[in-house]
């Protein structure tokens, strides 16, 4: 079963565009969402989280947006760089119960000179 | 701290052959995580464990895959015998309590002719 969709698939920007990764969740239990970055050969490594109580949440020029009601959620980064050419995976926890990471299926993002 | 290490970095075997992954998780981190990535079906969890007890192994795809943690510094997972729809990548990650970060190792790459 399929609990985080995430799209798109693949994803091609410019130096300095703003790609944006979606993720939808099914579980309103969920409450913890972090983004994982993975480089090819490497593992994934947390990138950001945001809980929903807040809305948006903003490092460096990565921001995650959250929307509660509609079960959504965002990756946008700011000012990209050829240096964030990677995979981007969506994920959701439930920290109340077992501590069990459920991801997205991944974003596979190129960004161009 | 020299993060996850994961051995080997790459198996290549033939079908029906034992296959056997090995995992030294991040030192002081109480939870061990199994993960297996594949292009159809992304980061899928196999199984983890809390202070070297299995926890949930309810993502083990069959009864050919069984894992141990024999201390906290040590995790096999163990393919017997080993079938080409196995080949993925394995990915080993720790982390200090439930609710903390997933540290991801290298992987292991593992095809299986």
Not at chain 1, 6 to 30: D, H, M, R, W
Not at chain 1, 52 to 67: A, H, L, M, Q
Not at chain 2, 36 to 42: E, F, K, Y
């Amino acid at each position: 079963q399929q609990q985080v969709k995430q799209s798109p698939q693949s994803l091609i920007v410019q130096k300095g565009g703003i790609p944006i990764i979606n993720c939808a969740y099914e579980n309103t239990a969920f409450d913890y969402f972090p983004w994982y970055q993975q480089f090819p050969g490497k593992g994934p490594a947390l990138l950001i989280a945001i809980r929903p109580d807040v809305s948006e949440k903003k490092e460096g020029r990565f921001t995650i947006s959250f929307n509660k009601s509609a079960k959504q959620f965002s990756l946008h980064i700011m000012d990209s760089q050829p240096g964030d050419s990677a995979t981007y995976f969506c994920a959701a926890f439930l920290t109340g119960t077992a501590s069990k990471l459920t991801f997205g299926t991944g974003t596979r993002l190129q960004v161009t000179l | 701290d020299a993060g996850v290490i994961q051995s080997p970095r790459h198996e290549v075997t033939e079908m029906g052959q034992e296959v056997t992954l090995r995992c030294k998780p991040i030192s002081g981190h109480d939870y061990l995580f199994w993960y297996r990535q594949t292009m159809m079906r992304g980061l899928e969890l196999l199984i983890y464990f809390n202070n070297n007890v299995p926890i949930d192994d309810s993502g083990m795809p069959e009864d050919r895959f069984s894992a141990k943690m024999p201390n906290a510094s040590f995790s096999t997972l163990k393919i017997q015998p080993s079938e080409p729809r196995d080949s993925a990548v394995y990915f080993c990650a720790s982390s200090l309590d439930r609710v903390s970060e997933q540290y991801f190792g290298p992987g292991t790459r593992l095809t299986v002719t």
